[in-house]
């Protein structure tokens, strides 16, 4: 069966001690949906908030004195705030993978599929590798690596199946949504509102009616 999920990317660190999170490889993906334990959301929030840090040289105006602070400081002030990652495309009974986010990629930026669908008919994910998506009539085209030749994996869906493989990673991220929402609440009370709105921006998704 065919999955799309949406997928942020982990940098690990070592030393990170403001709240708990889960032992995660780096460079390696960790699939955001409501299932997560209470560490792997604090592992994402952790990505994201570090994501959308800056140095001290750059001019956003005074960086909280506190540690805690100081590292949530981008996240909830930068007016463009990004995630690693985007929806991954794969087979979930033989493994392959048909679209699976590359560098310069991010979660920000899942409408690109919408644009798919309903816009220009085609876009990339990033590079190394270069997943594109193109739509041919009532079709859409997924390559792993366009500059990855004869030997990337390539299948074609119809425009259906691939709008109703977008609302489904939609909704997984709704659901970190809520879940991340929650444990902002347990974890981070004092700036909870504040961290939640900033997710909804960094993933791109608007308030659940």
């Not at 220009?120 to 193109?134: K, Q």
């Not at 199946?161 to 909704?171: I, K, N, P, Y």
Request: hydrophobic share 45%; with cysteine.
């Amino acid at each position: 069966m065919i999955v799309m999920q949406p997928v942020l990317e982990i940098f690990a660190v070592d030393d990170f001690a403001l709240w708990p999170v889960g032992e995660h490889e780096s460079y390696g993906y960790l699939v955001l949906n409501g299932e997560l334990t209470l560490a792997e959301v604090g592992t994402a929030v952790r990505q994201i908030a570090d994501c959308n840090g800056f140095g001290p040289e750059e001019e956003h105006g005074p960086c909280p004195a506190d540690p805690l602070g100081a590292f949530l400081n981008g996240l909830l002030i930068m007016p463009d705030l990004v995630a690693t990652g985007g929806f991954r495309v794969t087979d979930d009974a033989t493994g392959t993978v048909f679209v699976e986010p590359g560098c310069c990629n991010g979660l920000e930026t899942w409408r690109d599929w919408l644009d798919v669908l309903d816009g220009t008919g085609c876009s990339s994910f990033g590079h190394d590798p270069s997943s594109v998506a193109e739509r041919v009539g009532d079709t859409v085209r997924l390559t792993l690596d366009v500059h990855g030749g004869d030997g990337s994996p390539v299948i074609q869906l119809s425009v259906d199946h691939v709008r109703t493989l977008v609302a489904g990673a939609q909704l997984d991220l709704r659901h970190f949504l809520g879940l991340a929402g929650t444990w902002a609440e347990q974890h981070l009370p004092a700036h909870a509102a504040a961290v939640t709105a900033a997710l909804v921006r960094a993933l791109d998704l608007t308030p659940a009616p």
